[in-house]
């Protein structure tokens, strides 16, 4: 009768070894759900943050390119610099100087190469 009585416990032993075994797994796998659901959670919120900034940004790089665009027009050009006092007069070809710059560079070299 003895042998009985050991031979259960054991069987019961390992079945709560069993259920204990899966009760923890339980509780790991939901708790690693529960951490992955919060941060994903967290990143979530980060993102629709950022996407309202991104349209602010959208928003303000448009206004700024519609400003920008109104200010290069030729008539408020022309506007600003009377404003101003300056006075722009055409170019003409008399008015152009025109340099050779082989000369310069080979006057350099010829006076490198004599003081060697």
């Known amino acids: ?9 054991v069987k019961i032993s390992h079945t709560y070894c ?3 075994g899966l009760i923890l797994v339980a509780i790991i796998t939901a708790l690693s759900y529960i951490g992955v659901n ?3 959670d967290k990143v979530n919120r980060e993102i629709i943050i950022l996407e309202q900034e991104k349209e602010g940004y959208q928003k ?3 206004d700024e390119q519609a400003k920008w ?7 408020n050009v022309k506007r600003r610099l009377a404003r101003e006092g300056i ?4 170019i003409e070809s ?3 100087v025109r ?3 082989k000369p310069i560079f080979s006057t350099k070299y010829a006076m490198a190469k004599d003081e060697r």
């Open 1 to 9: 009768m003895t042998k009985r009585r050991v031979k259960e416990q």
């Open 18 to 20: 069993m259920i204990g």
């Open 38 to 40: 919060y941060k994903c």
């Open 60 to 62: 303000r790089f448009s």
């Open 69 to 75: 665009a109104k200010l290069k027009t030729c008539e």
């Open 87 to 90: 006075h722009l007069q055409s």
């Open 94 to 96: 008399e008015q152009i």
């Open 99 to 101: 340099l050779d710059i």
